[in-house]
């Protein structure tokens, strides 16, 4: 990560204004800012760490902690809060026990609030990575988990099933 | 640079892109238009858009399909357009376009010409054969200047926009002095549509008066209303008719770099906007030189990394300056001294578009629209309990009731109407007796809301007025910049009581509490955040104060909202025996069988999300919402029960 972040840095320019984009590029390639990447933009622009740090906490958008590999996201805008949206991330909270804004110890999944997400027709809306998953229900959260075992328990059998072929090939 | 020579170079643009429209109408296949905006696809329109690619290729029907933006109507998604000139039938809108339904679509319409029309919403013209769109309210109330073109045109080809008239605005601007056009904008009385509503004109004049010779031109799209999707919606369904608003600004007030500020919480809008400001550039419409006049105009995208008081604008500059997005003293405005110490102009994103159809049209039209003090359109969306939600764009001075009862098709599931929000955290709610208010800047705000960005929510009787208050006071508390104390602690106080009478300690004193507060906070902040941050308590407590009452008073929610007041349980009476539907529902094991193979509902496992009494057969209507919660009668749990659940666990 440090050397991927060292060859991004050249390209911006030391200018206090690519602060901002910097950061947003890291996350982009990293998804979260990890200390020794923040004191490499600092070095970069020639300002301090703290300066850095204090910018990026500033933001709702800058994660200082890898997310799970599937991201829950819930939407808490007004819409969505109007139509029950805590019970539903209530729900997903207690079902991976976890509290808003962490991670799973196994690091598969993370849960956040967001506000609106633009679908407030269809309220209220979780995103599941980047699929926006409308009207939902306790019920629903329930289904999405019995899938998430399915799916697991398929990629299992698959990679059982390729092992074992490739020993009988050997 | 002269008129002619600007027009002739337009015109070579503008022909390019009528020969293309031209062709395309030549070609006689259809066209299957289909809205591909967030809500769209959020209802299944990249699958439909699959299901449409695969019918047409193993058909082997030969047919265009064009992704629009949003029309507005999120309701009806995923919705599709076909135009099939051949069947005879002028354009048909379709709702609810699933998968399946693209399938049957090309199988019934495309190849044997009916026009399946039981999912039909309407014909786009007007026709004999079809009723048309038009003569719904939700069109024939609306009168759309800012979303004209939007869902009719693919974002992403700019000869599309050019082709209905697009850019024509700006190049008529170019062939004219900047004073003229600031002249123009002040007749015209356009305000500021981020809030505020300031006068565009003078903002422009004062930017103008203070020029360096390298202003800024900013355009506002951080939309950062908890509620309100307007903005992103223009960006990702026409964001040229922006750019070219964006440019008339930029020229006028002398600015040299225009900057796109959009939320990076919205990607579909941030990539649209880049690639359309790219196509713009390859024509000449911006960029160094534009149509070959010495008007340079460098426009870029800053991604804004959310925070809700990023969207006052010299929070917004100081964000783009790369530090944290506090609010400065004002004066200096930022006409003055913004951006880089430069003079620089904020407008919000509808302001910005409204501008091309100004210049075309005229300010006194312009003017002839919406009320003397409030010219033009409103843009909304719509959202909550009402039956057909979406963004809507009515003419100001529209009365609220006109637009919930009449475009909007009023509250569904026969409920009757409570309450509507408008402004988001910086507005109020506003009662039925209120529901005669015109829509205009100054009329909502004598009311005590705020015309705000284009937030509305509707709220039914369900809705409980104390539970939005503190929803809203949890939001800004959270997005105070922490600048000025008031604003920073206060909300926090103000949360805290709200917390505590929702939860039912509320106290004698807390309602006389909350109303000091709020007054000391308006006043001790130097911001709009911290100054209206304690709208929705105040609209509430002058409207609502009952509500308040019942929560402090009878630790009652007469809307049986709040969940510490409120208490689920099963009538034995209706309850069937046996049924079993209520127990697979619950997500934490809390229903448990009675003695009679009846179910009973454990108070202190339940956690009150209201499953069971949806999942409950109708025919039985067996479970009971009641608050305060010491209503509910107490069944026991058997005690062999208790031991097999224990056991299973
Ligand atoms: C807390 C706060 C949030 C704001 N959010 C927005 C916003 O999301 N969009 C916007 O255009 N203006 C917002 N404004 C208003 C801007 O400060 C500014 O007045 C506006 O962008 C000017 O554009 P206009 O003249 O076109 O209205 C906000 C103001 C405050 C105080
Ligand atoms: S409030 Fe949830 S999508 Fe808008």
């Known amino acids: 990560m440090v050397q991927d972040i060292a060859a991004m840095l050249p390209a911006f320019e030391r200018h206090r204004g690519n602060l901002i984009p910097i950061l947003q590029a890291i996350q982009e390639r990293h998804s979260y800012l990890s200390g020794a990447a923040m004191k490499m933009v600092a070095k970069h622009l020639g300002i301090g760490p703290g300066e850095v740090y204090g910018v990026a906490t500033f933001y709702n958008q800058f994660r200082f902690q890898p997310p799970g590999r599937h991201r829950i996201k819930v939407c808490l805008g007004t819409a969505c809060h109007v139509a029950g949206g805590e019970i539903i991330l209530e729900n997903f909270e207690r079902k991976l026990g976890i509290k808003d804004g962490e991670t799973t110890a196994d690091r598969e999944y993370s849960v956040e609030r967001v506000v609106c997400v633009g679908c407030c027709a269809l309220a209220p809306v979780a995103l599941l990575d980047d699929d926006v998953l409308g009207r939902m229900l306790p019920s629903k959260v329930e289904g999405l988990f019995v899938q998430f075992e399915i799916e697991r328990q398929r990629q299992e059998r698959e990679k059982v099933a390729r092992e074992s072929g490739e020993q009988a090939r050997d | ?649």
């Open chain 2, 1 to 649: 640079m002269n008129k002619q020579e600007i027009d002739a170079r337009f015109v070579s643009i503008r022909r390019e892109a009528e020969r293309r429209a031209e062709h395309r109408k030549r070609e006689a296949i259809p066209t299957i238009y289909i809205v591909m905006s967030t809500c769209g696809l959020a209802s299944g329109a990249a699958e439909t858009k699959h299901a449409f690619e695969e019918a047409l290729s193993h058909k082997g029907i030969q047919a265009r399909i064009v992704p629009v933006g949003c029309l507005g109507h999120c309701y009806a998604e995923p919705l599709v357009v076909i135009d099939h000139p051949a069947s005879g039938f002028p354009p048909i809108c379709y709702h609810q376009v699933s998968a399946g339904r693209a399938r049957v679509l090309v199988g019934s319409y495309l190849e044997e010409g009916d026009p399946v029309l039981e999912y039909v919403l309407g014909a786009m013209e007007r026709s004999d054969l079809i009723p048309s769109v038009m003569d719904f309210p939700r069109f024939s109330l609306e009168q759309r200047l800012v979303m004209e073109h939007c869902g009719h045109i693919d974002p992403d080809d700019i000869y599309q926009y050019i082709a209905l008239g697009g850019y024509s605005a700006l190049a008529r601007v170019l062939a004219s002095e900047p004073a003229e056009i600031i002249h123009l904008i002040e007749t015209s009385g356009l305000r500021g549509r981020g809030g505020a509503g300031f006068p565009t004109g003078r903002k422009w004049s004062l930017a103008r008066a203070s020029e360096t010779g390298g202003n800024i031109a900013i355009c506002n799209a951080d939309e950062g209303d908890p509620g309100a999707y307007v903005d992103r919606t223009i960006l990702e369904s026409n964001p040229h008719q922006l750019l070219e608003g964006l440019a008339i600004c930029a020229y006028a007030v002398g600015a040299t770099q225009a900057i796109v500020y959009v939320r990076a919480e919205y990607p579909l809008a941030v990539q649209t906007v880049k690639r359309a400001i790219r196509s713009a550039k390859e024509l000449s419409l911006l960029g160094p030189g534009i149509l070959g006049t010495p008007f340079d105009l460098e426009v870029s995208v800053f991604e804004g990394s959310g925070a809700f008081v990023c969207g006052e604008e010299t929070a917004l500059i100081r964000s783009i300056e790369g530090r944290r997005g506090m609010p400065q003293h004002r004066p200096p405005y930022p006409v003055e001294k913004g951006l880089w110490g430069r003079p620089t102009v904020v407008n919000n994103v509808k302001t910005l578009s409204s501008l091309p159809s100004i210049v075309q049209k005229g300010g006194s039209w312009f003017r002839a629209i919406g009320t003397a003090s409030s010219p033009g359109t409103a843009v909304f969306s719509v959202v909550g309990n009402v039956r057909h939600p979406g963004l809507v764009e009515i003419a100001m001075g529209t009365s609220l009731r006109t637009l919930i009862f009449d475009v909007c098709g009023g509250i569904p599931n026969k409920k009757s109407f409570k309450a509507v929000q408008i402004g988001g955290p910086s507005g109020g709610c506003l009662p039925e007796s209120f529901l005669d208010t015109p829509i205009d800047f100054d009329s909502l705000r004598q009311a005590g809301a705020m015309m705000g960005s284009g937030g509305m929510v509707v709220m039914d009787e369900d809705s409980c007025m104390v539970d939005v208050a503190r929803y809203f006071l949890d939001f800004t508390q959270k997005e105070s910049c922490g600048k000025c104390t008031f604003c920073r602690i206060g909300t926090r106080h103000l949360l805290n009581i709200l917390d505590r009478i929702t939860k039912g300690d509320g106290r004698k004193e807390d309602v006389e509490l909350l109303a000091t507060l709020s007054e000391d906070i308006k006043n001790g902040s130097l911001c709009g955040l911290g100054k209206t941050a304690p709208n929705p308590v105040l609209t509430s407590l002058r409207f609502f104060l009952d509500e308040y009452e019942a929560h402090i008073k009878e630790k009652r929610c007469p809307a049986l909202k709040c969940r510490s007041l409120t208490a689920y349980y099963i009538d034995l009476e209706k309850c069937a025996r046996g049924c079993e539907v209520c127990v697979g529902c619950c997500p934490v094991e809390a229903i448990f069988t009675t003695r009679g193979r009846k179910k009973g509902i454990d108070q202190k496992l339940c956690v009150k999300c209201g499953e069971c009494l949806v999942a409950c057969p109708r025919e039985y209507d067996a479970v009971v919402k009641v608050s305060p919660p010491g209503l509910a009668p107490i069944i026991e749990r058997p005690p062999d029960e208790e031991k097999s659940v224990g056991g299973q666990g």
